[in-house]
């Protein structure tokens, strides 16, 4: 007797296999919800499947944000699924650790009145940023007003700016003064900030960890040229560090570096918890020197989910379980095991630009020294004697699943083309070590089998991968 089946004689029960199931027969429904429901555990299977497409997210040297969680981790994330982080009133004891998470950081970021000052969580440092932003512009007016001034016209001054400050100074119609790379400078310096800044600035905003490079830029040395055009001028302009990812790094790696509130002009700061500060994605924080320093009229008083709550956020509802896991974070590892994860990191990263740098072609644009972030970049040596591009190299390196992008710089340098790697927690020197036999496998490769040769800035324009 023949083996085989007439397919319409096929019959569905609720104990088949998965993928011999009626909901795996056919491709999943795209433009139009099904009419019918569907067996959960079969349609679990079917869209965990699709997610295999998206690669694996610790092979993605591209991105700054948190990849390798704990066990406690995901279960405290699991277990506060349900609290929404602006119901304060509901769930006292979140917004009790969200409170400490700020009292911890000021006092991390030294501010003289760190258990008094005031700071609130975010969704990440974007919506600090803009939060930040607000409260420049606010002060810049206030100030403007009571002089009777015109208040139509204010400006931001920045470095190379990751693209959270351009939506800012877009959408609150500020003027951006980004100072552009020039030559071999990727960073502001204090004399470039000084030519930029007049009576309509609102703030200056330098970056501890610039998105492009990974450098940090000089708070201190540009505070200080403030204060010195303070001094010859009048003018008194604020400081608003973005650091996204220095902000948890820094402090605990390079405590000596005078970033942060310990100088008197930076009036506030964004950080990543998402990012070095090691949470699960969905957190940020911006923080004021102190309570003055946040104008009053920012801040609404919600009554309508019982008691009165002050809040200053763009978002309303939003889960609260990366600030609970924040706050484990912080108390799991405490100053010493965030500075043994990070140092790690920096050892890793300068292992890994050691090793490339040897390869022969590349030259370090930063090699993950403790003066930026554990990132490393680098660019093709102008007398490289190659036959592909940093991007025939990402491309490459992704038939591994490794991420590592390429991209062109910012405006006055988009003929430098950088390929970045970011050093995160959970990427071991073990997967560095494969990593690197990976690029010499495909530098191999290239060599044997020349790719592309003079890619035109269009062509480089059309490959900019750099907000992460
Ligand atoms: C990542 C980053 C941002 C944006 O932060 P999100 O937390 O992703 O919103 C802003 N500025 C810098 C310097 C960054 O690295």
């Keep these: 007797m023949a083996l085989h089946h007439k397919r319409h004689t096929i019959s569905h029960s609720a104990v088949d296999d998965p993928y011999a199931s009626a909901e795996m027969e056919s491709e999943l429904p795209r433009f139009i919800m099904p009419d019918d429901e569907s067996d959960p555990r079969t349609t679990y299977d079917a869209v965990l499947d699709e997610l295999m497409l998206d690669g694996n997210a610790r092979q993605n040297l591209a991105t700054f944000c948190t990849t390798w969680m704990e066990p406690e981790v995901q279960k405290l994330m699991a277990e506060s699924v349900n609290k929404n982080m602006i119901d304060k009133d509901e769930y006292p004891q979140s917004a009790e650790i969200e409170q400490r998470c700020v009292d911890i950081l000021a006092a991390l970021w030294n501010s003289p009145e760190a258990s008094s000052t005031v700071g609130c969580s975010t969704t990440g440092s974007s919506e600090a940023a803009m939060l930040g932003g607000m409260a420049l512009k606010w002060r810049w007016r206030e100030k403007r007003r009571a002089k009777g001034k015109s208040v139509d016209r204010p400006n931001l001054v920045t470095g190379p700016v990751q693209i959270c400050w351009h939506k800012f100074c877009r959408y609150w119609d500020i003027e951006i003064r980004e100072i552009p790379m020039e030559g071999g400078r990727l960073i502001m310096t204090p004399q470039e900030v000084l030519e930029r800044c007049d009576e309509n600035t609102i703030g200056v905003v330098p970056t501890l960890g610039v998105t492009f490079t990974g450098q940090y830029e000089p708070v201190k040395a540009v505070s200080n040229a403030l204060d010195r055009l303070q001094a010859e001028s009048g003018l008194d302009?604020?400081?608003?560090?973005d650091a996204a990812s220095g902000g948890f790094l820094a402090p605990f790696v390079l405590p000596d570096l005078e970033w942060d509130f310990r100088l008197p002009r930076v009036k506030s700061i964004n950080a990543s918890g998402h990012k070095f500060g090691m949470a699960p994605l969905g957190v940020g924080w911006a923080l004021w020197r102190t309570k003055e320093d946040l104008p009053e009229d920012l801040i609404f008083n919600v009554n309508y989910l019982g008691g009165n709550?002050?809040?200053?956020a763009l978002n309303f509802s939003r889960p609260a379980g990366e600030i609970i896991s924040q706050y484990y974070l912080f108390l799991r590892l405490g100053r010493k095991g965030y500075r043994k994860i990070q140092q790690e990191l920096y050892d890793t990263a300068q292992f890994l630009a050691k090793e490339i740098v040897k390869m022969g072609p590349f030259e370090m644009i930063h090699n993950g020294n403790e003066e930026g972030i554990p990132a490393i970049s680098w660019k093709l040596k102008s007398d490289a004697d190659v036959t592909f591009?940093?991007?025939?190299?990402a491309d490459a390196l992704r038939t591994r699943g490794w991420l590592v992008p390429a991209y062109s710089m910012p405006p006055e340098r988009t003929d430098l083309v950088v390929q970045r790697i970011l050093i995160r927690h959970g990427f071991s020197?073990?997967?560095?070590?494969?990593?690197?036999?990976d690029i010499a496998r495909m530098l191999d490769r290239f060599h044997?089998?020349?790719?592309?040769m003079n890619l035109t800035e269009a062509e480089a324009g059309g490959h900019n991968h750099n907000g992460k």
């Design 237 to 241: 302009i604020p400081i608003h560090v």
């Design 309 to 312: 709550m002050p809040t200053f």
């Design 389 to 393: 591009s940093l991007f025939d190299l």
């Design 429 to 437: 020197h073990d997967m560095a070590r494969l990593l690197l036999v």
């Design 448 to 452: 044997r089998h020349p790719v592309s």
